[in-house]
């Protein structure tokens, strides 16, 4: 489904990611792990479309989207909640879902029953929908940005650190969604920091440190590797 092989990101003479290879099939959630500063955020950029990449390539169902720009990738079917978490404050909770579908706007009709879905999701949202964005706790503004990417209806959604600077009650809520949201059929790239949540929901995941992937493997092989702490904590 997503296909990056020998990925560069480089920062002017920078390189923070270098030449890392991986994959996510269809229906998989798979975890990028990593320290911070380990480049997880910035291979996510890259993919979607918000930084060029200094070398390799990017494939989704077999298309290159290497070169392509945020609006192409998400048109070819791949949405991305940045870990900067950003709504637009003064609108409500509604005109930022609308927001999302802007690649629809034609499609009235399916932008609405879409919705209808993503409120039986995120009750809360629904709840709020008149509401500014701005005036919605942290979690909730975690809610609404992921169920905006949805609004995109995308096959790949990318989610990075969805559960930052959350309470764990709240963690535990996005968690549960994003194991709901696997269970429906979507494809999900997931970074973490937050190691055993992240594996908890993850088939698969890959370890990055100092721009470079030092681990791979089934969420049990990464969980029971005794050398992940050492590479995790090494940063
Ligand atoms: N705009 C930038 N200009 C220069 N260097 C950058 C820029 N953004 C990131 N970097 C550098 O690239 C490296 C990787 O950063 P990145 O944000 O991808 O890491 P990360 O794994 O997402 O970390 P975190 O867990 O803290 O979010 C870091 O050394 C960082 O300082
Ligand atoms: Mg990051």
Same mark, same amino acid.
């Given at each position: ?10 920062? @002017?003479?920078?390189? /923070?990611?270098? !030449?890392?290879?991986? *994959?996510?099939?269809?229906? +998989?959630? #798979? ?23 200094? @070398?390799?390539?990017? /494939?989704?169902? !077999?298309?290159?989207? *290497?070169?392509?720009?945020? +609006?192409? #990738?998400?048109r070819a079917g791949l949405a991305t909640v940045p870990e900067t978490r950003d709504v637009f404050p003064d609108l409500t909770v509604a005109e930022n879902l609308m927001l999302g579908a802007y690649i629809h ?42 169920a905006r990417a949805l609004m995109a209806r995308p096959s790949v959604l990318l989610l990075d650190e969805p559960s930052l600077g959350l309470a764990p009650a709240i963690v535990e809520r996005i968690f549960e ?59």
């Amino acid at each position: 489904m997503l296909d990056v092989t020998d990925l560069s990101v480089s920062y @002017g003479t920078i390189r /923070a990611v270098r !030449g890392i290879s991986f *994959t996510v099939g269809k229906g +998989e959630l #798979v975890s990028l792990l990593g320290a911070n500063g380990a480049g997880k955020s910035s291979t996510i950029k890259c993919i979607a479309g918000a930084l060029k990449a200094a @070398g390799g390539s990017i /494939a989704l169902e !077999g298309k290159d989207i *290497t070169a392509a720009n945020p +609006e192409q #990738v998400i048109r070819a079917g791949l949405a991305t909640v940045p870990e900067t978490r950003d709504v637009f404050p003064d609108l409500t909770v509604a005109e930022n879902l609308m927001l999302g579908a802007y690649i629809h706007r034609r499609d009235q009709a399916g932008n609405r029953q879409n919705l209808e879905k993503l409120h039986t999701l995120f009750p809360r949202l629904a709840e709020r929908s008149g509401q500014a964005a701005g005036t919605l706790s942290g979690g909730e503004q975690q809610m609404l940005v992921i169920a905006r990417a949805l609004m995109a209806r995308p096959s790949v959604l990318l989610l990075d650190e969805p559960s930052l600077g959350l309470a764990p009650a709240i963690v535990e809520r996005i968690f549960e969604m994003i194991a709901t949201l696997k269970q429906s059929g979507l494809t999900i790239l997931l970074v973490e920091q937050n190691v055993n949540q992240a594996l908890s929901v993850a088939d698969r995941a890959y370890v990055m440190r100092l721009g470079a992937i030092v681990a791979s493997g089934t969420a049990d092989e990464i969980r029971s590797g005794s050398d992940l702490s050492a590479h995790y904590l090494g940063g």
